[in-house]
């Protein structure tokens, strides 16, 4: 990892994992679970994660802390988002996203694994009112 920024850099304890070119680092917290998650430049959720998946949006809450980077986030109503660190991040499942330009995006992302939706309020898939 690039040792110039302290955000990339290895933590102990944590179960690290890679998945689609993303790398997770997770910790067990209680019901939930804290993650670090390092989406590279050149991301995009519905080109690497789809194929994995099979659904065709992203289905889960993300909550958390964009900590570095741009992201763009689009749901299937059309409505965007534009996210540029530092910044706070709610994204409702049912949407595609990508990181914007040439640096990684780096999320601290709090989960409830398949439930976060539920678990926080949110609707199971995003949508006007």
């Not at 910044?87 to 914007?100: N, R, T």
């Amino acid at each position: 990892m690039n040792s110039a920024n302290p955000l990339m850099e290895s933590m102990e304890g944590t179960d690290r994992r890679e998945v689609a070119g993303v790398q997770l680092d997770i910790v067990r917290t209680g019901n939930a679970r804290v993650k670090r998650l390092v989406y590279p430049a050149g991301f995009r959720w519905s080109v690497r994660m789809k194929p994995i998946v099979g659904t065709d949006y992203c289905m889960h809450a993300h909550v958390g802390f964009l900590a570095s980077g741009e992201i763009h986030v689009e749901y299937a109503d059309g409505c965007i988002l534009e996210m540029k660190a530092p910044q706070m991040l709610c994204i409702e499942p049912g949407h595609d996203a990508w990181v914007v330009g040439a640096e990684p995006a780096v999320v601290i992302e709090f989960d409830f694994e398949g439930k976060t939706a539920e678990r926080l309020g949110l609707p199971e898939f995003h949508k006007h009112a």
